[in-house]
Each structure stands twice: as structure tokens, then as C-alpha cells.
């Protein structure tokens, strides 16, 4: 399975969709019963294809709810195998969350420990909250303040997320953030 096409599939999962885009349909977790209706992948921003966020929008269980995100794959020359990439998501009461994808999950009760170091400098670590039962890592809400602003010109951050005696690494290029960000923002109310 190719990289591009395994972050809107975790997203999927996370969200609960199918990606119309393949024709691959994920499993919806338990928590994300409801949830299980589809979502379309497109390209937002970039040239090339390691270079582009692409945008999902999934249905929720109510009529007319629907839930919208961006996700980057990671850098697979600088990032380890279980790393997949980062996740910018709507969530409720206006707010935006900031996930890491992993591809081997933790515990689902687990509180990793992930520090951010962006490419101009500045590092940050923060506890995080499994999501999806242990694929991805919820960051604290004010890591959303760092998508909306500081990270959309920084050209990549490097995330370390560590769990007992677990350590994921990744890099993600964060070129195109400020598009594909103003796209969620758009759609996050629809």
C-alpha cells in the first residue's frame, strides 16, 4: 500500500470512512459507530504527490453532520516505518485538533509523551491521549494554536512519541500548510 494512500485510510478509520478516492473501504471503530459513511480525498495544496495535504470530509451520525480534516503523510526517507504522518481535524464547539498517525498502535489508554521540534527552531513536548483505538495521538488543544499559525511557515517538524519503552519517529513537510489549513477552516462548519 503506497504511503499517500495510508494517512486518509487512517484517517478514515479515525473519522470512520470509506475512501472513495481508491475505492478502499476501512473498518469503523467502535467509538466511531455512526460515523461510517464515506468521505471524499482530494488534493488541496502541492505539486508534488509527497507534497500535498489531502482533505476529508466524512458524514457523522446525525443528518446533515458531516466532519472535515487535513492529513500530510510523513517524509519515509527520515521517518520510522510505524510513522505515518500528522492529522489537522474539525472537531465540536468550533475547535481544531491536532493528531499524529501512527501505524502501530499503543495501548488505547496510554498517554505518550511527544515533543515537536520544528525546522527553524523551537522545541516542544506535550502528553498526548490516544485516538482510534491507539493509531493516532490526540495533542493538547493548544497545539492547534501552532497549526493556525507558527507551523505554516516553518518548513518541517520532527516528532519523536515515546510510550514505555516505545520510541516513533517522524518528519513531516509542512509545505502548503496555510492552504490546505484555510480550506479546513472553510469547510469546518458545513
Same mark, same amino acid.
Given at each position: 500500500m503506497s504511503g499517500l494512500l495510508l494517512i486518509?485510510?487512517?484517517?478514515?478509520s479515525l473519522l470512520g470512512a470509506a475512501d472513495r478516492a481508491s475505492g478502499t473501504t476501512v473498518a469503523c471503530s467502535a467509538s466511531a459507530v455512526g460515523w461510517c459513511r464515506g468521505a471524499a480525498v482530494v488534493e488541496v495544496a502541492g505539486s508534488a504527490s509527497t507534497s500535498v495535504w489531502k482533505f476529508t470530509r466524512t458524514q457523522g451520525a446525525k443528518d446533515g453532520e458531516s466532519f472535515a480534516a487535513i492529513m500530510k503523510t510523513a517524509d519515509t526517507t527520515q521517518s520510522d516505518p510505524d510513522f505515518a504522518g500528522l492529522i489537522v481535524r474539525c472537531a465540536p464547539k468550533g475547535k481544531v485538533d491536532v493528531l499524529v498517525a501512527l501505524i502501530r498502535p499503543f495501548p488505547p489508554r496510554s498517554h505518550p509523551k511527544v515533543t515537536i521540534a520544528a525546522s527553524?527552531?523551537?522545541?516542544? =513536548?506535550?502528553?498526548?491521549s490516544?485516538? $482510534?483505538a491507539g493509531?493516532?495521538?490526540l495533542l493538547p488543544d493548544?497545539?492547534? *494554536?501552532?497549526?493556525?499559525?507558527?507551523?505554516?511557515?516553518t518548513a518541517s517538524l520532527s516528532v519523536v512519541v515515546r510510550e514505555s519503552d =516505545?520510541?516513533?519517529?517522524?518528519?513531516? $513537510?509542512?509545505n502548503g500548510l496555510r492552504e490546505?489549513?484555510?480550506?479546513?477552516? *472553510?469547510?469546518?462548519?458545513?
Open positions: 486518509p485510510l487512517l484517517a478514515g527553524g527552531g523551537g522545541t516542544l =513536548s506535550f502528553e498526548g490516544m485516538a $482510534a493509531a493516532a495521538v493548544e497545539v492547534s *494554536a501552532f497549526a493556525a499559525g507558527k507551523w505554516q511557515t =516505545s520510541e516513533i519517529k517522524g518528519l513531516v $513537510a509542512l490546505a489549513y484555510n480550506s479546513l477552516l *472553510a469547510n469546518c462548519g458545513q
